[in-house]
C-alpha cells in the first residue's frame, strides 16, 4: 500500500518510520518543502544508524526501511491509497491541507489525521470524503496504541481499514467516539497539568515529581519529563481544547504552564523545559 504521511516533524517522521519498517508499505513523506521532508528522513536516519550501531538491526534492514521512503511536497502523492495528515496541531491548516489532497489523491484514498484533540468532523467539513482519526503516540515506532477515532461521517468500512492497517504495523488500535483528547490525552495531560499545579505551588522539584510518579505509579517517565517530551506548548493546547469542549474547571491550564510556554520554554524542541537540554 502506499501511505502519503504529511508533516515531517517527530510525529510525521516517527509514523512514517513506523509504516516504512512494515512489509508492503511504501511511504511519501511530505512536507512543505522538499528540504523540510528530508529533514524527517534524517532523523530517522539516525534512528534506525543509532539500531544499527547497538547490534539490534543491520545495515541492510536499515537501508531498505530508508529506501522505501520517498520525500517531496503533497503533489509526490498521487498514487497513495492512505493519506496520514501529521501537519501542525491547527484546525485551519488540516482542513486546508486535505482540500488541496482532494484535488491531487485518487476519489478512493482514505483520508486519515493524527490529530490529538482536535475535531474530526470538523477537520472533514467541506472535503469530498469524510476523515477517519488515526492517533499514534510518541515514539510512533515504539508505541504500541493507536487510537482510531470516528468523526460524525466517518464510516464503519474506514475504521475497518485504519484498525486494519494499525494491526499491521504491529499497534493495538482502540475504537474511540469523537470527544476532546480521546481517551489517552483526556488523562495524561490533565495529570500533566496537575503535576505542574505540584510544582508551581513549591510541593516538591521537578525531580522529585517525576522520581515520585516513576516508582510510586511505575510510569516509564515522570510527567513533567512527559511534558517536556511532548511540547509545553502541545500540552497547554490540549489543555485548552479540553477546558473549551468539555466546559468544566478541571480541565483549567495551570498558569504557570502558560508562563512556561510564553517565556519559549517548551521542553526538547527548544533546549529548556522543566530540564534543561543543552
Ligand atoms: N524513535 C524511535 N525509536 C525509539 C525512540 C524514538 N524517538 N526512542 C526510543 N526508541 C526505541 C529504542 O531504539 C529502543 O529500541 P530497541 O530496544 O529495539 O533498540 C526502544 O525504543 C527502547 O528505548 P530505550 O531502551 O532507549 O529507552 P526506554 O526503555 O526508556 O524506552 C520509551 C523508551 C518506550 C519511549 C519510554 O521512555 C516510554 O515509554 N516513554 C513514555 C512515552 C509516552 O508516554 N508517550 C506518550 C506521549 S503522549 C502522546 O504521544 C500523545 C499526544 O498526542 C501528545
Known amino acids: 500500500m502506499k501511505v502519503g504521511v504529511i ?5 510525521g517522521s516517527g509514523i512514517a518510520q513506523a509504516f516504512a519498517q512494515t512489509d508492503g508499505y511504501e511511504v511519501y513523506l511530505c512536507d512543505i518543502s522538499k528540504e523540510f521532508a528530508e529533514g524527517g528522513k534524517s532523523r530517522i536516519k539516525n534512528t534506525l544508524y543509532g539500531r544499527v550501531s547497538k547490534g539490534k538491526i543491520t545495515q541492510e534492514d536499515a537501508d531498505s526501511v530508508l529506501s522505501r521512503i520517498t520525500t517531496g511536497t503533497k503533489e509526490i502523492c498521487t498514487d497513495c491509497q492512505l493519506i496520514v495528515e501529521a501537519a501542525l496541531e491547527n484546525m485551519e491548516v488540516k482542513n486546508t491541507t ?18 490529538s484533540s482536535l475535531s474530526i468532523t470538523e477537520i472533514g467539513k467541506g472535503l469530498d ?10 515514539p510512533a515506532p515504539v508505541m504500541k496504541l493507536v487510537e482510531v477515532t470516528a468523526g460524525l461521517n466517518t464510516t464503519p468500512e474506514m475504521m475497518s481499514t485504519i484498525k486494519k492497517v494499525s494491526e499491521d504495523l504491529g499497534k493495538t488500535p482502540v475504537e474511540v467516539e469523537e470527544a476532546a483528547g480521546f481517551v489517552v490525552n483526556r488523562i495524561l495531560i490533565p ?3 496537575e503535576a505542574v499545579a505540584i510544582y508551581a505551588e513549591g510541593i516538591a522539584s521537578v525531580e522529585d515529581i517525576d522520581t515520585a510518579m516513576r516508582l510510586g505509579a511505575n510510569h516509564p ?6 511534558a517536556d517530551i511532548i511540547g509545553l506548548d502541545i500540552c497547554l493546547a490540549i489543555m485548552e481544547v479540553l477546558a473549551d469542549e468539555l466546559n ?5 491550564p495551570h498558569p504557570y504552564l502558560r508562563k512556561m510556554v510564553r517565556a519559549g520554554k517548551l521542553g526538547k524542541k527548544t533546549g529548556h523545559g522543566f530540564y534543561d537540554y543543552e
Open 221 to 226: 517517565v515522570g510527567p513533567l519529563q512527559l
Open 98 to 115: 486535505f482540500r488541496e489532497l482532494q484535488d491531487i489523491v485518487g476519489p478512493d484514498c482514505v483520508f486519515a489525521t493524527n490529530t
Open 191 to 193: 495529570m500533566i497539568n
Open 129 to 138: 470524503r469524510p476523515v477517519v482519526g488515526m492517533h499514534f503516540f510518541n
Open 248 to 252: 468544566s474547571t478541571k480541565f483549567q
Open 7 to 11: 508533516g515531517a516533524g517527530t510525529m
